[in-house]
């Protein structure tokens, strides 16, 4: 079993529509990260959250922490090409433990 | 900054045959991580070092992987023998303090 789940695994969109993946987890965390990974590249960090609510924004992307700090959400307004790719969530708990998420893989129809 | 820097980026190789992977962190980064990734698994955290010192190999997935890091700016991954099962894309992430990795690029392996 995962650590933290994404939903959905898959998703596919016209360009110009609106997305949200989500991340959750049974466990507390004490930050978690989102990254984006591109074919044939590695990861890439997006944003780091730290408190429980905090909600973080980066152009059309909008990140948010639970309240509890076990789950997140990834919404992409006005998805474009360039959103393709694989997103990855990733949970640090507390005493040096790192976990990745099962990923959703988003594809922009244009 | 030139990133991490991973070589080789593809590698093929007969089943058997010892396979080292290399691995350059960011100057300054004190954290150094390697991962697999495959379709089946996803993102696998393999080792981690601090300090070049391992933490964490409770995901090297058993003994025929070992990795070491003999200076703070060298970190090197190796399989023997290798299997089929090993082929995968193998990740070197650095980063300062644990959280916020920066990967490399990559190195695609293949074992047939």
């Known amino acids: 079993t995962q650590l933290l789940e994404q939903s959905p695994q898959f998703l596919s969109i016209q360009e110009g529509e609106n997305l949200t993946v989500y991340c959750n987890s049974s466990?507390?965390?004490?930050?978690l990260q989102w990254y984006r990974q591109e074919p044939g590249e590695g990861p890439v960090l997006l944003v780091t959250?730290?408190?429980?609510?905090e909600v973080k924004k980066l152009k059309r992307l909008t990140f948010q922490f639970g309240d509890a700090r076990k789950d997140s959400s990834l919404h992409i307004t006005a998805a474009q090409p360039g959103d393709t790719g694989l997103y990855l969530c990733?949970?640090?708990?507390?005493?040096?433990?790192?976990?990745f998420g099962t990923g959703t893989s988003l594809t922009v129809i244009p | 900054d030139a990133g991490v820097i991973q070589s080789p980026r593809h590698e093929v190789t007969e089943m058997g045959q010892e396979v080292t992977l290399r691995c350059k962190p960011i100057?300054?980064?004190?954290?150094l991580f390697w991962y697999r990734q495959t379709m089946m698994r996803g993102l696998e955290l393999l080792i981690y070092?601090?300090?070049?010192?391992?933490?964490?190999d409770s995901g090297m997935p058993e003994d025929r992987f070992s990795a070491k890091m003999p200076n703070a700016s060298f970190s090197t991954l190796k399989i023997q023998p290798s299997e089929p099962r090993d082929s995968a894309v193998y990740f070197c992430?650095?980063?300062?303090?644990?959280?916020?990795?920066?990967f490399g690029p990559g190195t695609r392996l293949t074992v047939t």
């Open positions: 990733a949970g640090a708990g507390w005493g040096n433990q790192f976990y």
């Open positions: 992430a650095s980063s300062l303090g644990f959280i916020e990795q920066y």
């Open positions: 466990s507390v965390f004490s930050s």
């Open positions: 959250v730290v408190t429980g609510g």
């Open positions: 070092f601090n300090n070049n010192v391992p933490i964490d």
């Open positions: 100057s300054g980064h004190n954290s």
